[in-house]
């Protein structure tokens, strides 16, 4: 079966590289699942979890803080402003910033922020278990 | 010991602790100059795909020319560039290069294209020293990273120069963004380079679409331009094209950053090696004067003590 070759890279440094037999990204306009054969796409990703099944493997779960997808003859690269594994994310530090942000001034932008982080940070986890 | 020994001793003791220092900072910088070029390495497949996908948008999106931040010029009036310096001397011509060539490019803006004003925006104590010593205007400093910059000062910086750019003429705002670094082609050669980083100069791509493809596949051996997909773009090619560009400019300023840390680290490890090096000659002449003076000295007693013996011998027969 034909599969995927994907990378994800952040401008830091490359983040995972492998083949996977699914890819499902969070685009601006919903959530888009990607199969080997899929036509060419470049989007811009909203931030949320993206999901990454290896063709051997458990599946990955990375949460991604904005950036790019494209996809070309099954050639998938994301490039992450911010990515981070499952395994990276700090469950307690996400929660307490969650608890934090959420006390904010619906005005602060930067709060608001970190809310947005803290949520996708969660929800990552709570998908990848 | 003589009075004239003493000063030599004295003079290759102090010689030998300035090549400490100058041995030791040599040996850092070499280990730094590997640590940039690592960050060098994970930086380039972003900014790689970053390019090709900012091709493909461009080729796409209607009115790329007349995007903000593509778009040419409008008025000739005011440019900016940005200088990378470093925070620290000891690097030999490091710093000054960067700055003689940001001089050269805003005599070229004034007196070629006709630009009003140019303003600098300055990264490393040494370029804000020097344009804080001549009374010139500054748009902004960062100082403080120059050695080890971070992808978050790069950001800041980037979005500094990003807001400049996009205020309208009448209110400060920039019609051109340079930036002048110091590119590091490998551990001897650096060279000091000027890119214009706004407005983006894009690289379109001839569509065609009866291939299905843009470029021609055929030619692939003939040239080696790469020739694009024809993507379906989420939401639209205009609008991943706007969130694009503002990445480019993260990415070329956090590249331009890396590149000046690492021509740094190898300027300063040069420069060392050669204080480290004149020092050891300095060394070894002032071991030989001081074997010299004392020599010198023990002669001069031999021949008193013979003297004096010589004297005694003759006033004894004398006697």
């Known amino acids: 079966m034909a599969e995927l070759t994907v990378s994800v890279v952040s401008l830091e440094h490359p983040e995972w590289e492998g083949s996977a037999s699914q890819i499902v990204v969070k685009t601006l306009e919903g959530e888009m699942g990607i199969l080997p054969g899929h036509e060419p796409v470049l989007a811009t990703l909203a931030q949320g979890p993206i999901r990454i099944d290896p063709v051997d493997g458990d599946p990955l779960f990375f949460a991604v803080h904005g950036g790019f997808f494209s996809l070309d003859a099954n050639r998938a690269i994301i490039l992450a402003d911010v990515a981070e594994t499952a395994a990276e994310i700090d469950v307690a530090r996400a929660q307490e910033a969650k608890a934090k942000a959420e006390q904010a001034d619906d005005e602060d932008l930067e709060a608001a922020a970190a809310l947005r982080r803290a949520e996708t940070r969660l929800r990552v986890i709570e998908i990848a278990e | 010991m003589g009075g004239q020994q003493r000063v030599f001793r004295r003079k290759i003791r102090s010689v030998q602790s300035t090549k400490k220092i100058t041995?030791?900072?040599?040996?850092?910088?070499?280990?730094?100059?590997?640590?940039?070029?690592?960050?060098?390495?994970?930086?380039?497949?972003?900014?790689?795909?970053?390019?090709?996908?900012?091709?493909?948008?461009?080729?796409?999106?209607?009115?790329?020319?007349?995007?903000?931040?593509?778009?040419?010029?409008?008025?000739?009036?005011?440019?900016?560039?940005?200088?990378?310096?470093?925070?620290?001397?000891?690097?030999?011509?490091?710093?000054?290069?960067?700055?003689?060539?940001?001089?050269?490019?805003?005599?070229?803006?004034?007196?070629?294209?006709?630009?009003?004003?140019?303003?600098?925006?300055?990264?490393?104590?040494?370029?804000?020293?020097?344009?804080?010593?001549?009374?010139?205007?500054?748009?902004?400093?960062?100082?403080?990273?120059?050695?080890?910059?971070?992808?978050?000062?790069?950001?800041?910086?980037?979005?500094?120069?990003?807001?400049?750019?996009?205020?309208?003429?009448?209110?400060?705002?920039?019609?051109?963004?340079?930036?002048?670094?110091?590119?590091?082609?490998?551990?001897?050669?650096?060279?000091?380079?000027?890119?214009?980083?706004?407005?983006?100069?894009v690289i379109e791509e001839e569509v065609d679409v009866s291939e299905g493809r843009i470029g021609s596949p055929d030619n692939q051996t003939g040239d080696d331009k790469p020739y694009l997909p024809l993507y379906d773009f989420e939401p639209s090619a205009n609008a991943v094209l706007d969130e694009l560009l503002p990445r480019y400019v993260e990415s070329a300023v956090y590249t331009a950053l890396l590149l000046s840390a690492a021509s740094e680290h190898a300027a300063r490890r040069r420069a060392c090696k050669s204080a480290t090096d004149n020092a050891e000659e300095l060394i070894k002449t002032y071991v030989r004067l001081a074997n010299q003076a004392r020599q010198a000295e023990i002669t001069q007693e031999i021949s008193e003590i013979v003297g004096g013996a010589d004297a005694l011998s003759s006033a004894t027969a004398g006697s």
């Open chain 2, 23 to 201: 041995k030791a900072m040599e040996m850092i910088a070499s280990s730094r100059i590997i640590k940039a070029q690592r960050q060098l390495e994970e930086a380039a497949p972003y900014t790689r795909e970053l390019f090709a996908a900012i091709s493909a948008a461009a080729s796409h999106a209607a009115g790329v020319e007349k995007h903000p931040l593509t778009a040419e010029a409008r008025l000739e009036n005011r440019a900016i560039f940005l200088v990378v310096t470093a925070d620290r001397g000891l690097a030999g011509a490091y710093s000054i290069n960067a700055i003689r060539e940001a001089e050269g490019l805003t005599r070229y803006l004034v007196d070629d294209r006709g630009f009003e004003d140019v303003i600098p925006y300055v990264i490393g104590r040494k370029g804000v020293g020097f344009y804080n010593f001549r009374e010139r205007e500054i748009g902004e400093s960062w100082t403080g990273f120059s050695d080890q910059p971070t992808l978050s000062s790069a950001q800041e910086i980037a979005k500094a120069l990003l807001d400049r750019f996009l205020l309208p003429t009448e209110e400060g705002g920039a019609d051109e963004i340079h930036i002048v670094y110091t590119h590091f082609v490998n551990m001897v050669t650096q060279e000091v380079r000027v890119r214009r980083i706004l407005p983006v100069e």
